[in-house]
């Protein structure tokens, strides 16, 4: 049987899994810790220089400080992803990093590119650039930047940039996913800096805010790489929220992650093939060949794929929610319509595809609510799997889909489904012959069960229940 293993293939990744980059910027021949020392901290006075000269920004020879501050940035950056902790402090910062968190460095070279954005020109292209550094800074530093706070204001001071109205374009999308990842790799490593990462309210009645994660949600349903990428980190942050409460909390309740998954799912479903170009006679169900080459199905099943693992390691609240929106946003709204077309076609490709989804789920939190919707859902008047069983005698096609199906429920060995689809029709014997009929001594069969049940229970260890007390003991108590 087909079960889903995202974990098993994100860990055999490896933790630094990077999109190769379309240019490779040479990297400075790295010399001695005084001399790299003494280069920082002239790249740095050039840019003071320019940081705080007066004046309108579009006067001439501003463009050429925006190119100057974003060369020596560069330069700065490289040195400092280079840098190392001294051997006399092997647990504090290296000198490069030491002066630029003293200078604060990071966030006041943001700052006053971001000024820019105002004017209007050149955002879309400052914004990847500063993107590509701060990734290149994460991937590559040889120290832990995030435990310090001054980095991290700054790269939270970027992402929220991120979320101003700017044209996207692949090589934004791609510098964003990127360092979004990375970071989250970072946090894996060290599950205590998550919590910093989650902003406070900014202002009393508001939501608090986790950057690191509402930036990846709009990229989870995003076909090839970046989708991918983008999902392996959101299931990242789904592990982490697991051991803190405040972060399940968030994405529960002030997120719509958990919508976001459920519509999703309806909104590729809805672009799913209506008919399944059958192989040959004997075809009854969808294997993995089959559905590989189909990239509207292969994207369903990646996203559904995605929405078992989120099941089987995020925080108890998102598992519930989720759970709750695939039921009532995906398997009523959308696949309870499916199964009830008209047309014999349609009717045969949602079957095979309700088949397939069952067979393929692992989680058993999301193979109940499956089965909820199959055994307790109502589609005029009748259950979802009554009407499954009642096209076992239609068409041929139908009927083996149908069969597949039923198969595949009863390998779950789950006694809803076996009580449904087989004992149901066995307990009033009506397979039995009437020659045979008197043959079966007790005919109620369901309202002595329970007494059969407790008849066999070993005398010597059968409860007996205590005898009542009697009303003396009660006025000698008094």
């Known amino acids: 049987m087909e079960r889903m293993n995202w974990l098993s293939r994100l860990a055999s990744r490896g933790p630094g899994h990077r999109i190769p980059q379309g240019a490779n910027l040479q990297t400075p021949v ?28 579009a006067a001439p020879g501003g463009a050429d400080d925006l190119s100057a501050v974003r060369n020596h940035t560069y330069q700065m950056l490289t040195l400092l992803a280079e840098d190392r902790a001294v051997p006399s402090t092997p647990t504090g910062p290296g000198p490069l990093l030491e002066f630029a968190l003293h200078e604060d460095l990071l966030t006041r070279v943001l700052t006053w590119q971001l ?23 994460v991937s590559e530093a040889r120290q832990p930047l995030l435990r310090h706070g001054p980095v991290r204001e700054a790269l939270l001071t970027l992402l929220d940039a991120c979320g101003r109205p700017v044209p996207s374009s692949p090589a934004l999308d791609e510098g964003l996913v990127l360092l979004l990842s990375q970071l989250c790799v970072c946090v894996a490593q060290e599950p205590s800096l998550l919590e910093f990462f989650l902003q406070p309210p900014p202002e009393p009645g508001a939501a608090p805010r986790l950057l690191l994660f509402s930036r990846l949600v709009p990229f989870v349903h995003r076909e090839g790489t970046l989708g991918q990428q983008a999902r392996d980190a959101l299931l990242l942050l789904m592990a982490l929220s697991a051991g803190s409460p405040t972060v399940g909390r968030y994405i529960a309740d002030h ?21 399944i170009e059958v192989p040959g006679d004997d075809w009854h169900c969808l294997r993995r060949e089959d559905w590989l080459g189909v ?19 995020a925080h108890p609240l998102v598992q519930k929610q989720l759970v709750d929106y695939i039921h009532n946003g995906f398997l009523v709204p959308v696949m309870g319509p499916a199964l009830h077309k008209t047309s014999v076609e349609e009717m045969i490709a949602s079957t095979a595809y309700l088949e397939l989804f069952l067979r393929s789920i692992s989680e058993p939190a999301l193979l109940r609510t499956f089965l909820r919707f199959l055994l307790l859902h109502r ?24 069969l597949s199906l039923f198969r595949t429920l009863l390998n779950l060995s789950c006694e809803d489904v076996l009580l449904q689809l087989v004992l149901r029709y066995l307990v009033p014997c009506n397979h039995v012959m009437l020659s045979q009929k008197p043959a079966v001594r007790d005919v109620d069969l369901y309202g002595r069960a329970a007494d059969k049940f407790l008849s066999l229970i070993p005398r010597c260890c059968r409860h007996h229940a205590p005898s009542p007390p009697r009303p003396e003991h009660a006025s000698w108590a008094r």
């Open 30 to 57: 790295m010399a001695d810790p005084e001399t790299c020392l003494m280069v920082f901290k002239n790249h740095w006075s050039q840019v003071v220089r320019i940081l705080e000269r007066q004046g309108p920004r």
């Open 115 to 137: 000024q820019w954005d105002e004017l209007g020109d050149g955002v879309e292209e400052r914004r990847a650039e500063q993107l590509k550094l701060f990734e290149m800074l």
């Open 295 to 313: 990239p509207a199905l292969a994207l369903f099943m990646s996203s559904l794929e995605f929405c078992n693992a989120v099941i089987q390691v």
């Open 255 to 275: 997120s719509y992650f958990c919508p976001v998954l459920a519509t999703g799912l309806s909104a590729l479903y809805s672009s799913l093939p209506r008919k």
């Open 379 to 402: 589609h005029d008047t009748h259950t979802i799997l009554d009407t499954l069983v009642a096209r076992i005698g239609s068409n041929s096609r139908l009927c083996m889909v149908s």
